[in-house]
């Protein structure tokens, strides 16, 4: 299940549109460099309206049809996904690092030094049909969240 946070926590869609995949992205997603993908640009932020994640999520471009006007309708990407595929995801975690990261997110983080954050990349599983249907990138304060990676991350 779902952990309920013990504070508010919204999450701000920031940007939504298709676009060539890069090479990288293609590469997790299975797709071919430079098929279209979506990218989904968001952030999370507490009741106080301090940012704790700024993230990116690409998508293949034919997973929700009309997920444009779809993710403005609904809160979560995870349900609109299980929603859409019919199934349960299985998120698979590929890097995790403390490390700084770039101006653009520090200063939405309100930090006007470079303090470290958790930089994470994970990917959402179905199936063997379609085995990652979002690819997540992102950046975490490290002085919000406590990362724990399980013994078995491929399991998580």
Not at 36 to 51: N, P
Not at 65 to 82: N, S
Not at 110 to 132: C, Q, Y
């Amino acid at each position: 299940g779902r952990l309920t946070p013990a504070v508010e926590v919204r999450t701000l869609i920031r940007r939504v549109d298709r676009r060539p995949a890069p090479d990288d992205v293609a590469e997790v997603l299975g797709l071919e460099e430079g098929d279209e993908v979506v990218l989904v640009v968001r952030e999370r932020v507490l009741g106080d309206d301090s940012t704790v994640v700024w993230g990116r999520s690409w998508l293949p471009a034919d997973v929700v049809p009309d997920i444009e006007a779809e993710l403005w309708r609904h809160d979560g990407l995870t349900d609109l996904l299980e929603r859409h595929l019919g199934g349960s995801l299985r998120r698979r975690w590929y890097h995790v690092e403390l490390e700084l990261p770039p101006l653009h997110v520090s200063k939405l983080f309100g930090h006007d030094d470079r303090e470290l954050a958790w930089w994470i990349e994970s990917a959402n599983e179905l199936d063997a049909d379609r085995p990652v249907v979002e690819l997540s990138q992102g950046w975490l304060r490290a002085d919000v969240f406590r990362v724990l990676l399980p013994e078995d991350p491929v399991a998580v």
